[in-house]
């Protein structure tokens, strides 16, 4: 088929890829030309394991192009997606502006009979936004011109987004057209593998299905948090309650992991929306204000036992960093737990030196050129001269690693695990001291 993709950011550009992928022509359009010339040479804007690979190969192949001219990309697809960003505006609710301009170009250009598909994360009720939106400005044209609006939310997750977009556990699809949905069930067909597992449902249902999702998930992990802040303070270790708890079938062992707190692009953001959302509709959505706040709060829990443990002096300290990124296989450092961590060690007067396999660039970027803050090349580089070590992203290059050579490195060997990476009793028979989230031991030293 015939695919227009607003957008080339992650969800644009990996939806537009893995389409063109499954044998559809997709033109991608972005206002940043220097973006869009740099994808026509292979040029990939954000690190994802598998997209590059997909982008070349269908470029090369005539079946993905990208352009920055809204009209030519209008005129070539039957379906258009909108996958432009939806930043928090002051007060946490998501912004609109962009996928409102979006749909007023759509309004502009549109010739014939297409179908406007909502990619992006957007309120409930912004299907019918967007609908308002494109119909106003045909009518100023006076163009007679039908369209229907769907709502179709992408679940993908960072650093696997491309597995995640070929093989969808899921395809929600949220319109009252059947001659809107007709469209997307030809488009996804391939992507049915076995059963089919399109949802068809009304747009609203649809644009609260993602809000919900990522508050669920948002939610196991506040609550694990809680839990290890609990079984921290008992003496118990959360790693045994959460093997204890996930064999339930109901509860799971997916996304009950304690640590440094949740980051990214899409829980805090769409937690806070969702809130903002009830709110506007007269609703006190607490359980999701409380998700929030203990995800807050997890963020400084590394810095607290760090803190403790130099008995409040960390003037003067240099901790290594292992893990920069908010999670592993990305370089995206949109609210990572790290920059808590690091803003918080650089207020108190300590000293940084970081590694992460990806996000150096990116934390670069952020922070430019400071004397307290040494990006290293490899791992062990990272340790010269510190006196302890914090593992904030559990990247597969930090799962094993060579402990003995750890304490030989540090001033101070300590590990603080943010990750609950490692056994506390193979680091502590290393001879270091060692501090997780929620090991009863962490707090008992
Ligand atoms: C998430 C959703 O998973 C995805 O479906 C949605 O489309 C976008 O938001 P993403 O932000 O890429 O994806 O990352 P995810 O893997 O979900 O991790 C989010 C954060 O939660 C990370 O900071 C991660 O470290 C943390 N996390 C995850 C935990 O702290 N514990 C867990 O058990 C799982």
């Not at 803050?373 to 992203?393: F, H, I, N, Q, S």
Request: hydrophobic share 40%.
């Amino acid at each position: 088929m015939k695919v227009t993709i607003f957008g080339t950011g992650y969800v644009g550009l990996v939806t537009g890829a893995c389409l063109a992928e499954m044998g559809n022509h997709v033109v991608c359009v972005d206002i940043d030309e220097a973006k869009v010339e740099g994808l026509k040479k292979g040029v990939i804007p954000i690190y994802e394991p598998g997209l590059e690979p997909i982008v070349k190969r269908n470029h090369a192949a005539g079946q993905l192009d990208f352009t920055t001219d809204p009209a030519s990309a209008i005129a070539h697809g039957e379906l258009i997606f909108i996958a432009v960003g939806t930043p928090p505006d002051e007060d946490g609710s998501a912004d609109l502006k962009y996928v409102l301009a979006v749909a007023r170009t759509i309004g502009q250009h549109l010739d014939r009979y297409a179908v406007v598909v909502n990619k992006s994360t957007v309120p409930v009720g912004t299907a019918d936004k967007v609908r308002d939106a494109i119909t106003e400005v045909l009518k100023g044209r006076d163009a007679g011109i039908e369209f229907d609006v769907v709502s179709n939310p992408e679940f993908l997750k960072e650093g696997d987004a491309v597995e995640d977009c070929l093989r969808p556990d899921r395809i929600v699809v949220g319109s009252s057209s059947e001659r809107a949905v007709g469209r997307l069930r030809k488009l996804y067909a391939p992507f049915n593998r076995n059963h089919d597992r399109m949802v068809v449902m009304d747009e609203r249902s649809a644009e609260l299905t993602k809000y919900a999702a990522n508050a669920m998930l948002a939610t196991k992990i506040s609550f694990m948090n809680e839990i290890a802040n609990i079984a921290e303070r008992v003496g118990a270790d959360v790693e045994l309650v959460r093997q204890g708890i996930g064999s339930d079938p109901r509860i799971g062992y997916h996304f009950i992991y304690p640590g440094a707190g949740y980051g990214g692009s899409c829980f805090p953001k769409d937690v806070q929306a969702l809130e903002r959302i009830a709110r506007a509709h007269d609703y006190d959505a607490r359980l999701l204000a409380m998700v929030e706040a203990v995800n807050h709060t997890q963020k400084t829990r590394l810095f607290a036992q760090i803190q403790r443990h130099f008995n409040g002096n960390i003037a003067g300290k240099t901790i290594a960093l292992w893990g920069l990124a908010f999670k592993p296989n990305t370089d995206d450092m949109r609210e990572a737990p790290s920059r808590r961590l690091i803003e918080a060690l650089w207020d108190a007067g300590a000293k940084v030196r970081a590694y992460d396999p990806e996000a150096r660039e990116e934390t670069q970027r952020i922070y430019g050129e400071r004397a307290d803050l040494v990006l290293c090349e490899k791992p062990y580089e990272a340790l010269d001269g510190a006196d302890v070590l914090a593992l904030v992203t559990e990247w597969k290059a930090f799962r094993s690693p060579d402990f003995g050579r750890i304490k030989a490195a540090l001033k101070e060997p300590a590990i603080f695990d943010g990750r609950n990476l490692y056994d506390p009793q193979v680091v502590e028979d290393a001879g270091l001291a060692y501090y997780g989230i929620g090991r009863g031991r962490s707090l008992q030293r």
